[in-house]
């Protein structure tokens, strides 16, 4: 693990501290954690609007001539066919199928891509397209510390950014535009990891500060309809949402059909994919798991890696879990053995001094059914 000095730092750092935020270390970054009760920064985001520092995520740019046709080996979905504007969630895979990494790909024209990878993931991403270049005709750029990122979510967002911007509201989902501020570029897309309305915005480094401020408002009087949130929430926003955490419910020796992102997946797509061949396997023969969410009884949180059971039998293992603050329940996602995946069959979840039940359920979870 790095040291305090080692840790890498957002243009949000100073803000993170004169805010009271809790920062460790998340993958070398200095990130913060919370900025002072994970349970009102979660519900903060469900009925309003929280601001996220989303800067340690990877950012490379793809530009050239063979640009969107490298991506298009490199993803497990359609790159080629995307139109200028659009995103698309998919999975970098390996040789095996299993899942190198989950990133959005954004379209920027015809000879230009940008792809955001997870912070832990961002070197191992740089030496595979390294190692699959070839040679392909393009310049890949990593702008991951030349820029800023930030995720602005909740119900109340696209309100609030309808005051200063006509048409980012009318962005429909997985769409993004460029917004050019006198020589600045933003780049500010309608996606989210929170399973609530909003979006993410790229922005230059240097303009992190005002745009930050600006969003959140008279933050001090406590006026504001977003807020700053941190790692804590967004994790236990992302799991009542049922999305995927790389290295939870996706890792190297995962696929993603087995892990329930079949959806992610273009297994007929033309020119093929790096582990598309691996994969077809899998979905001939049937997979073995999927993931599915869980319902717990009492408010013990599951976590990764504990067994889940019917009788004597393991039949699933969890990836995540929590209270959850919607819900006020214990919620898990787990990969799941297919005979035992069915919504509404009775597991047992080992918590390991004691075993609790737990029936699955459908995912995302129905964190709307309390409000």
């Not at 799941?336 to 075993?355: K, N, P, W, Y």
Request: proline letters at 4%; charged letters at 20%; aromatic letters at 6%.
């Amino acid at each position: 693990m790095a040291t305090a000095t080692e840790l890498q730092t957002t243009p949000f750092h100073q803000f993170h501290i004169d805010h009271g935020g809790k920062l460790v270390d998340y993958s070398g970054w200095s990130m913060p954690l919370h900025y002072g009760s994970i349970i009102d920064e979660h519900r903060q985001v469900r009925s309003s609007g929280g601001l996220f520092d989303v800067s340690h995520m990877g950012r490379l740019r793809f530009k050239g001539r063979d640009a969107v046709a490298f991506l298009d080996r490199l993803v497990t979905r359609n790159v080629v066919d995307m139109a200028p504007g659009q995103v698309r969630y998919g999975i970098v895979c390996n040789e095996q199928g299993g899942c190198r990494d989950d990133v959005l790909v954004y379209r920027v024209d015809e000879a230009e891509c940008l792809m955001v990878c997870n912070a832990a993931n961002r070197i191992k991403i740089i030496d595979h397209v390294g190692a699959c270049k070839g040679t392909s005709v393009f310049k890949m750029t990593d702008e991951t510390t030349t820029t800023a990122m930030v995720a602005v979510q909740g119900p109340n967002v696209m309100d609030l950014i309808g005051r200063f911007s006509r048409s980012i509201p009318d962005l429909k989902r997985y769409r993004f535009q460029t917004k050019q501020v006198l020589i600045a570029k933003f780049l500010i897309s309608r996606t989210g990891y929170t399973g609530e309305d909003g979006i993410e915005a790229i922005l230059p480094r240097a303009l992190a500060s005002k745009a930050v401020k600006m969003m959140l408002g008279n933050l001090e009087e406590g006026q504001s309809v977003v807020k700053p949130c941190g790692l804590g929430a967004r994790d236990s926003l992302r799991l009542e949402a049922g999305m995927a955490l790389y290295g939870h419910e996706i890792d190297e020796h995962t696929d993603p059909l087995s892990a329930g992102l079949d959806f992610a997946v273009s297994l007929d797509k033309p020119g093929g994919f790096i582990g598309q061949e691996a994969l077809q396997k899998i979905q001939e023969a049937g997979p073995k798991t999927t993931l599915r969410g869980l319902l717990l009884e009492g408010r013990r949180a599951a976590r990764q890696g504990m067994s889940v059971q019917a009788g004597s039998s393991v039949v699933g293992t969890i990836t995540s879990g929590c209270l959850s603050p919607s819900l006020d329940a214990s919620i898990a996602m787990a990969h799941m053995q297919m005979d035992h995946a069915q919504v509404g069959t009775q597991v047992e979840v080992d918590l390991g001094r004691s075993t609790t039940p737990a029936v699955v359920c459908k995912l995302p979870f129905d964190y709307r059914s309390s409000s």
